[in-house]
C-alpha cells in the first residue's frame, strides 16, 4: 500500500532516536533491547546485514513495549521476510522503482532512503511523506536538509548516517527533522562485554535529545 504516514509518525514520534542496530548474536538480542527500551529508546531498527537477523528481530519482538523495524531492505523479499519476522515498519537505504512497487502490496509501512530532492520528489509522488535522509552527514548533513524545508515542506526526514549526540541535537532542532537514526547508543565494546546498563545510560541520554 501507499505510505501510512498516519503510522509511521505514531511510530517515529515517539523518540527522538531510532537505534540502528546491527547484530548477529541471537542471545543479545532480548537483552539489547530491553536495555534500549528501559532507556526510552522503543524504535528499534534491525539491518538485514547478519545472517541471523531476522531473529534478532523476532527475539527484540518479544520485549514488552520494543517497536522492531527492519532496516537495509532492499528487495521485495526482504520486505516479505520482515512481515514474517513480525516487523511493525521496514527501511530501505535508498528508492527504487521496484521497491515503490513492491511495498506497495505490502501491510507494514516503508521509510524510504533519500539524499536528493529529485529522489524525494519522485517518493513525494508516491504518497510518501516521511523520508529517511541518508547517508545523512555524507550528503552534507543538517544544513542540506534545512534547504530542504522550504522547497519539499510536505516531507519529514529521519536523518541517518554519521550522527553523534551533538549532531543529533542540531538536526532535531530542524522543524522537518521528526527523529534521528543511529548507532553511538550501542559502542562495540558495550555489546562485547554484554554492558547493557551502560546501553540503558547511553540510550536515557538520548532520549533526551530533543527540547
Known sequence: ?????????????????????????????????????????PILEVTLRTPNALKVMEEMGKVEGAIVGSGTVRSALHMKQSVDAGCQFMVSPGISPRILDAADDIS????????????????????????????????????????????LAD????????????????????????CVGGSWIMPADALASNDWGRIEVLAREASQLRG
Open 1 to 41: 500500500m501507499p505510505q501510512d504516514t498516519a503510522a509511521l509518525r505514531s511510530i517515529l514520534s515517539l523518540a527522538p532516536v531510532v537505534p540502528v542496530i546491527i547484530l548477529d548474536d541471537v542471545s543479545q538480542a532480548r537483552p539489547l533491547a530491553e536495555a534500549l527500551v528501559a532507556g526510552g529508546l
Open 155 to 178: 516531507i519529514t526526514f529521519c536523518p541517518t548516517g554519521g550522527i553523534d549526540p551533538a549532531k543529533a541535537k542540531v538536526y532535531l532542532g530542524l522543524p522537518n527533522v521528526i
Open 108 to 151: 507494514i509501512p516503508l521509510l524510504p532512503g533519500i539524499a536528493t530532492p529529485s529522489e524525494a520528489m519522485t517518493a513525494a509522488e508516491r504518497g510518501y511523506g516521511f523520508l529517511k535522509f541518508f547517508p545523512a552527514e555524507a550528503n552534507g548533513g543538517a544544513p542540506v536538509l534545512k534547504a530542504f524545508a522550504s522547497p
